[in-house]
Nanobody, 132 residues
Framework: VSLVASGGGSADTGGSLRLSCRFSINTHTPASDYCMGWFRKAPGKDREGVAMLDPDGTTLYADSVKGRFTISRDNAKSTLYLQMNSFETEETGDYYC????????????????????????WGPGTQVTVSS
């Protein structure tokens, strides 16, 4: 499994960026069966989950980004996206995409809000700088 995030850069508070994550999954499990997500690591803070999209299309967002960020994927293009709008200054950081698969994630991983910890494949991050 290979994941490469791109699209980072500079934005003003209130501005927007769209991140992309090109994925390559060469396993017996099709890419469409993978749960994928975005995480960020802000300076001086722990890494946190931002948005997740599971194979059936259910999304999960961190409370801080609900209504402003949108996760989506295009399996035909092997790309995961994160549309980020209405930036806040504290959202500066390195953004990463991650993925993993479970035949029955609700059974093996538990409730959806715990799935962040089970995405085991990671790519290098892309840096986002938000300025006021």
């Amino acid at each position: 499994v290979s994941l490469v995030a791109s699209g980072g850069g500079s934005a003003d508070t209130g501005g927007s960026l769209r991140l992309s994550c090109r994925f390559s999954i060469n396993t017996h499990t099709p890419a469409s069966d993978y749960c994928m997500g975005w995480f960020r690591k802000a300076p001086g803070k722990d890494r946190e989950g931002v948005a997740m999209l599971d194979p059936d299309g259910t999304t999960l967002y961190a409370d801080s980004v609900k209504g402003r960020f949108t996760i989506s994927r295009d399996n035909a293009k092997s790309t995961l996206y994160l549309q980020m709008n209405s930036f806040e200054t504290e959202e500066t950081g390195d953004y990463y995409c991650a993925a993993d698969n479970s035949e029955d994630p609700l059974d093996t991983w538990g409730p959806r809000d715990t799935w962040w910890a089970y995405l085991g494949y990671w790519g290098p991050g892309t840096q986002v700088t938000v300025s006021s």
